[in-house]
């Protein structure tokens, strides 16, 4: 029997329930009927419900302003909330209530229990796949963390190629990037914003890896620029990614994450060629990926769409991606005859001046090399 028949049974699937709680023109006996309910649906001590104070160890006296995101059920996910000086910030269901219990509740009349010490028992209403699989990231080392970033991203731009699944790549590059900068834990948020959130705070005290200390302080190490992936991920999810601009971005990410495995370099140089690819190399390249991404975090939400890509026998490539996104060969191309070109003619400079052979040799070969290689991207792009 499914455990959680009853929550799902009781689910508030169109919102109606919370679009009362943040009715002020609702009655407080109304609002209390149904946060009651919701306690009882979810089997949790006791939820925040707008106009609760709350007195919160870090952030001071609080107070509940509205509900504004939904898990899956329609229970609450995140508040907006006002402290004592004014401000007005988003928080999550987990950071305001926090299943460890960070949060006690003030001398302020109000209703709510005299404990937020709770979690909620479906652990699916509320969390991220990968995260609620690997036991919070407790079974990752944080170079695993890192590893599946790039991974989970590479592999989702190799799903935004594919015909089958360029919606599916476009919808979850959305969620991912919907709430900015991976500030706060979101542990309703997907896969890859949960990933994003460690590598950038890795010393949250509310997640914990294997090799704990060691794993933090590989991640503080890394140079992960949010700022940066949130806008690459922000625009593949409305398409926007331009020729090159691909490239570009994950071998920045190879440096921020310090990926040194050759196999993901020769996985990304696959997906980034994906337009110009032979079938049987993009079975080699989902089916790599995938084998890689469960060897790591086997409940990853992405492995369902990948998997069905392994069964596809068409992989027909999306029309926006009928060429490949990057032109690396043929730039690496140009910049080798550039190389062999500047070569010469540094060999004729120094005869004719009567110069080191060597030296003016050395000097064409890098300035050939590096002429050949941005005049091999300066065709017109279409």
């Not at 799902?8 to 006996?29: E, F, T, Y």
């Not at 068409?314 to 730039?331: A, H, I, N």
């Amino acid at each position: 029997m499914d455990k959680f028949e009853k929550v799902r049974g009781m689910a508030d699937p169109g919102g109606v329930a919370v679009d009362m709680l943040n009715d002020p023109k609702i009655s407080s006996i109304q609002k209390e009927q149904i946060r009651n309910s919701f306690i009882k649906d979810y089997n949790i001590d006791t939820l925040p419900i707008p106009g609760d104070f709350i007195n919160h160890s870090e952030l001071g006296n609080v107070k509940v302003l509205k509900i504004i995101d939904v898990d899956i059920y329609g229970g609450p996910a995140e508040y907006e909330i006002e402290n004592s000086n004014g401000k007005i910030f988003p928080i999550t269901f987990d950071e305001l209530t926090d299943m460890i219990g960070y949060g006690d509740i003030s001398d302020v009349t109000q209703p709510l229990k005299n404990s937020f010490d709770f979690q909620l028992v479906n652990q699916e209403i509320s969390e991220a796949r990968l995260y609620r699989t690997t036991n919070s990231f407790k079974n990752l080392t944080g170079r695993n963390v890192a590893n599946l970033l790039y991974l989970q991203t590479l592999s989702l731009y190799m799903l935004l190629q594919d015909d089958s699944s360029e919606e599916y790549a476009v919808g979850y590059a959305k969620q991912s990037s919907q709430y900015g900068y991976y500030g706060l834990m979101r542990t309703h948020a997907t896969d890859i914003y949960m990933l994003a959130y460690a590598v950038k705070n890795p010393d949250n005290r509310y997640i914990s890896f294997k090799d704990n200390n060691q794993s933090k302080k590989f991640l503080n190490s890394c140079k992960f620029n949010e700022r940066q992936y949130h806008n690459f991920m922000s625009k593949v999810g409305r398409r926007g990614d331009r020729r090159n601009e691909a490239l570009s971005f994950f071998m920045r990410l190879e440096n921020q994450l310090k990926i040194s495995d050759t196999r993901y370099k020769s996985y990304r140089r696959l997906v980034l060629s994906w337009g110009k690819l032979r079938y049987s190399s993009k079975q080699l390249a989902v089916t790599k990926l995938t084998q890689e991404i469960r060897r790591l975090g086997r409940g990853s939400e992405l492995l369902a769409p990948m998997t069905n890509m392994i069964k596809d026998r068409g992989l027909k490539v999306s029309s926006d991606y009928k060429e490949p996104r990057t032109s690396l060969t043929r730039r690496v191309a140009t910049a080798a005859a550039g190389a062999v070109a500047g070569r010469y003619i540094g060999k004729k400079i120094a005869q004719k001046t009567g110069g080191n052979v060597d030296k003016y040799k050395k000097a064409g070969t890098g300035i050939g090399a590096v002429a050949g290689y941005w005049a091999g991207g300066r065709t017109k792009q279409s």
